[in-house]
């Protein structure tokens, strides 16, 4: 069976209900957790395909220079060889945001402030000749817990999916991986705990109570379009997908 590399970089973000989209798939799963001290590997050999997951920490350095955490030089080592060899990448939130710092992006605290919370993004006109986002629909339902940004993209990255407040909700890099700022990952029990003593939740001033409410509510929905989202990202990894831009035929005259 062809296996993924996870990288754990928070114990509060697991890879979950994304976890069972991908084995479901038929894609089995080698978690490291390098925030436990796992090491990671130098290369992606024997993996068919690589996932970033999200945490509270930042894809920039410390004031004093250092990384975000430390491991995070390796995390985009690995990112930069997934995209210079074509193993299919996916990177959630923090995940996408070293995607985007690995390869000369900038990732910055936003200054429109945390975004908390069921949301929608707007897919991008590019989307209608991504291997995965052609079949996502126009304005899909996600989850947002994060207070960095993506200020500006990799040089040549595709834009697949944006929103007013924060413009780069979605991207891709080369031609198999792909960046989401938001979470697609979360069940019930993971937005509780997140909820849970939430700085970001009262630097906002919201009710936790709430909160998780409505989130819990769009679950559902976030399902429907991620969990074929993720198959299909299983199904490029197994080499069952293929990957030919979609072509638009012309109608015949006199038709």
């Not at 479901?24 to 001290?37: K, Y």
């Not at 709430?210 to 990202?233: G, N, T």
């Amino acid at each position: 069976m062809a296996t993924a590399l996870v990288i754990e970089n928070d114990p509060d973000d697991d890879v979950r209900r994304l976890g069972e989209w991908l084995t479901e798939a038929g894609l089995d799963l080698s978690v490291t957790r390098p925030h436990a001290g796992d090491e990671l590997p130098a290369d992606l050999d024997g993996y068919a395909a690589l996932v970033v997951l999200g945490g509270d920490r930042q894809a920039y350095p410390r004031p004093d220079g250092s990384p975000g955490a430390p491991w995070f030089p390796a995390v985009e080592g690995l990112l930069r060889k997934a995209v210079r060899h074509r193993t299919p990448t996916l990177g959630i939130c923090l995940g996408a945001q070293l995607l985007a710092t690995a390869h000369a992006g900038t990732v910055e605290r936003s200054p429109s402030g945390p975004e908390v919370g069921p949301a929608v993004v707007g897919r991008r006109d590019a989307a209608e000749n991504d291997l995965l986002f052609r079949y996502v629909p126009l304005i899909p339902d996600v989850l947002q817990w994060h207070a960095d940004e993506i200020t500006e993209l990799p040089a040549g990255a595709t834009l697949l999916a944006a929103s007013s407040r924060y413009p780069h909700q979605a991207f891709r890099l080369g031609d198999r991986a792909w960046g989401l700022q938001f979470h697609i990952e979360c069940d019930p029990a993971m937005i509780v705990d997140w909820a849970t003593d939430s700085a970001l939740l009262a630097e906002l001033g919201y009710d936790p109570q709430l909160v998780v409410a409505a989130c819990h509510a769009v679950l559902a929905d976030i399902e429907d379009v991620w969990q074929p989202f993720a198959a299909r990202f299983a199904a490029l990894a197994l080499g069952e997908l293929d990957d030919a831009a979609p072509r638009r035929s012309l109608p015949l005259l006199g038709q």
